[in-house]
């Protein structure tokens, strides 16, 4: 079983900046996609950014220029660096990552918990 566990979510005013990290455990044999999505209230989240199988990244066009997501393979850990925030990044955010266990040969999608960050003055 694959568990991943987020931090760094808060309060921040206009302009400000967080980072947000995501760290995934138990019986990992590989990890590829690794990213990040969120969820403001409303029928529908988004996809913030993510890194593909072939280790490209992928912003959402409303986060392009402020976000950047990197990851560490050795500690199987995604960040989320976010600038230049606004009211409307207002959101949970979700980390989540496709992971093959060991002894298996297919991999799964798992999430994190989620992490309020609130943009307000």
């Known amino acids: 079983q694959v568990q991943m566990v987020e931090s760094g979510g808060g309060l921040v005013q206009p302009g400000g900046s967080l980072r947000l990290s995501c760290a995934a455990s138990?019986?990992?044999?590989?990890?590829?996609?690794m990213g990040w999505y969120r969820r403001a209230p409303g029928p529908q989240g988004e996809l913030v950014a993510v890194?593909?199988?072939?280790?490209?990244?992928t912003y959402a066009d409303s986060v392009k220029g402020r976000f950047t997501i990197s990851r560490d393979n050795a500690k199987n850990t995604v960040f989320l660096q976010m600038n230049s925030l606004k009211p409307e990044d207002t959101a949970v955010y979700y980390c989540?990552?496709?992971?093959?266990?060991?002894?298996?040969?297919?991999?799964?999608?798992?999430w994190g918990q989620g992490t309020q960050v609130t943009v307000s003055s």
């Open positions: 989540h990552c496709n992971a093959r266990l060991l002894g298996y040969s297919v991999p799964y999608t798992v």
């Open positions: 138990g019986n990992i044999a590989s990890i590829n996609v």
């Open positions: 890194f593909s199988r072939d280790g490209r990244t």
